[in-house]
């Protein structure tokens, strides 16, 4: 039977009103004109797209999203969803479930196949619309993120938002501190204190989260030393340690490929190692 008509997502009940029968249904399962959702519920695929797996395993999760958010106006996206909306930075699989959470208060969570239901301790304030989406706040998600992800998928988004500037630590902090005795927090908090913006990707900082649960000290930025007239005076390779001869010098980090960010500015010169003139006239001073 023709799917062409039919919403995105429908009950049985109501393929039964439009003269479909169980074993029209069930074909159409295995021609794959019909997906299901659960127990009852169906829901028309959407055309496939083309793109790297990444892309499709998200696409298809937002598209999951909508017809759930169809179905539940009571609920906000939240979680791992609420982050692919916000544009945030994950991995994510494509059995992944879809997160919902209450907008009113609620008691009990819920978890169905492909969907996890939220409890909310009071109603829900903050919630946005993003991309036609109601899902929580940019800050409420990335604190749910890192409580229910594990630490390196926390460390490794957080540094991520840090580095584009669409957060603070400040505002993660505030809603974690709203969230006391909630699942996860501790290792939200530990999030927070390994949370490095220098570092230059998603990779580095998933990496480095896992050296530290392996009981790996975190490797240093590599970092050139200058003095107050720019010019170079030594380096320090990751596995290096910091020194109290360097701790108040100019540094700026860099590379294997050379140096990521400009020359100093002459105000941090102030402050800087002695310039190669002056270091050279106090050699003859006795």
Known sequence: MDTADLPPIIPFSELRSRGWSRAAVEQALDDGDLVWLRRGWY??????????AWEQARAEHLHRLDLELRRRPGHAASHTSAALVHGLSLSISPEAPLDLTAVRRSQTSRRDPGL????SASDLAGVDHVGGRLVTTLPRTVADFLRMRTLPHGVALLDDAL?????????VRR???RQVRWRGRPRALGVLALADPARESWAESYTFANLHLRGIPLPLHQVEILDEDGTFLGGSTDSGRRSAWWAS?????STS??????????SCWATSLPSARDRARWKHVA
């Not at 996890?116 to 409890?119: M, S, V």
């Not at 580095?163 to 505002?171: A, F």
């Open 163 to 171: 580095r584009r500037q669409l957060i603070d630590t400040v505002g």
């Open 257 to 266: 490929s050379g140096p990521r960010v400009g020359r100093p500015s002459r």
């Open 116 to 119: 996890t239901l939220h409890k």
């Open 43 to 52: 829901a028309v695929p959407r055309p496939s797209i083309d793109g790297p």
């Open 175 to 177: 809603e974690l501190d």
């Open 249 to 253: 010098a100019t540094v700026r980090e």
